[in-house]
């Protein structure tokens, strides 16, 4: 199992560009989420989602967009990059049995806005 | 929204002594978890608190989880360089979301 992977590992973009990143988890895990982590800080929730079709908005969604057409894919999407968007952003994933809320990370996604 | 507040914020500690890490959480709490991020990494799940009083430990480290004081703690015994990274305590809320404390820092210097 490769677990989660998140693309690309580092990205640069200027005020405005879009980009799309993407996370992806071979364990069958209905939830999944993406987080933000901000230099010195812990990680914020900005969207999660339950399940296939399902996503809901956590502490920070402003700026972003989800989708969850399937369950192994939860791509997020910048629209118009803005410079507060720098940060690392983590994906992560979790089944429903064992620990409940043991989630599988990704290795994350360093982005720049300029 | 549930706030988990984290200290000390950074730790620097020569290798083996002892530490303790706390989480004070902001609403009480359902379950409690701590997990270790190495520097540039990803998060790695260490263990999981459900219950008051309760006490787990995985290898060199420990946690407690005290109810009333809505708080957590996780001790290290005897550290080694291989603990150092970024400590983080997480809890659900009553909304179903998960959240971070604000981490803390450990440096184990050889």
């Known amino acids: 199992n490769a677990g989660v992977t998140q693309t690309p590992k580092f990205r640069i973009l200027k005020i405005g560009q879009s980009m799309t990143l993407q996370c992806a988890q071979d364990?069958?895990?209905?939830?999944m989420y993406w987080y933000r982590q901000d230099p010195g800080m812990g990680l914020k929730l900005i969207y999660y989602?339950?399940?296939?079709?399902?996503?809901d908005k956590g502490e920070v969604p402003n700026g972003y967009n989800v989708s969850r057409s399937t369950t192994e894919d939860f791509p997020l999407r910048l629209e118009l990059a803005a410079p507060s968007q720098t940060s690392v952003y983590f994906c992560?994933?979790?089944?429903?049995?064992?620990?409940?809320?043991?989630?599988?990370f990704g290795p994350g996604t360093r982005l720049t806005v300029t | 929204s549930q706030e988990l507040e984290q200290s000390p914020q950074s730790l620097i500690v020569q290798e083996g002594k002892n530490l303790t890490i706390n989480c004070t959480s902001s609403?009480?709490?359902?379950?409690l978890y701590w997990y270790k991020q190495k520097y540039g990494e990803g998060l790695i799940f260490l263990m999981m608190?459900?219950?008051?009083?309760e006490e787990k430990s995985h290898e060199k480290i420990t946690a407690k989880l005290d109810e009333k004081k809505q708080q957590s703690s996780l001790h290290i015994t005897a550290s080694q360089p291989s603990h150092a990274g970024i400590y983080l305590c997480g809890a659900v809320s009553t909304g179903n979301q998960f959240y971070f404390g604000t981490g803390t820092s450990l440096t184990v210097i050889p």
């Open positions: 989602s339950v399940g296939a079709g399902i996503t």
């Open positions: 608190l459900q219950k008051g009083g």
């Open positions: 609403k009480t709490l359902y379950g």
């Open positions: 992560a994933s979790r089944g429903l049995g064992g620990a409940s809320y043991e989630q599988y």
């Open positions: 364990m069958n895990h209905n939830y």
